[in-house]
């Protein structure tokens, strides 16, 4: 059975993220929430205008941060989002596993009034291009000619197993 989401964490998350734009910020913030207690375990903000670091989405901000406090991924926490999450921290976040993610906002609903494309994407675009082949991708791709560009990965399977 699934925990009911919890419409006060869902305000939180649209509020930070009005801070946020109030503050110079663009309009996404995250928590991480023990989910099993609903304590709020870390906030973040999106903090790409203020350093001019492009990942640093309120997801990616709130995964690193944890992660230079010791958590080494989400793992018994639900993450609130303003809004579906970019491909980018849909990735991270699936590489830090939590148990959910819970959003306010749908990319429609988002892109109705905000749009954080770039040259090679737009909101409504971004989803598709993972889905292509890397040949047909907006971002050209080429593999350039190495020895052996496997040795890293054989090695780390030696070490580790």
């Not at 709020?40 to 492009?54: F, I, K, P, W």
């Not at 009034?113 to 889905?131: I, K, P």
């Not at 971002?139 to 197993?161: C, I, K, N, S, Y």
Request: hydrophobic fraction near 40%; include cysteine; charged fraction near 25%.
């Amino acid at each position: 059975m699934s925990r009911p989401v919890d419409p006060a964490l869902v305000r939180r998350s649209v509020d930070l993220a009005l801070e946020n734009v109030e503050a110079g910020g663009k309009p996404f913030a995250c928590l991480v929430v023990d989910a099993a207690t609903g304590e709020v375990l870390h906030e973040a903000t999106n903090q790409v205008s203020r350093t001019g670091d492009v990942t640093a989405h309120a997801e990616i901000v709130a995964i690193r941060e944890l992660a230079v406090a010791g958590r080494r991924d989400l793992t018994g926490c639900d993450v609130y989002v303003t809004a579906y999450p970019c491909p980018m921290c849909l990735g991270a976040l699936y590489y830090a596993a939590p148990e959910r993610v819970v959003h306010a906002a749908t990319r429609e609903q988002e892109g109705e009034h905000y749009e954080d494309g770039g040259r090679y994407m737009t909101l409504a675009t971004f989803y598709d291009e993972y889905a292509r082949a890397p040949s047909a991708r907006a971002l050209p791709a080429e593999q350039g000619a190495a020895e052996d560009p496997v040795a890293p990965f054989r090695e780390w399977t030696r070490r580790h197993g």
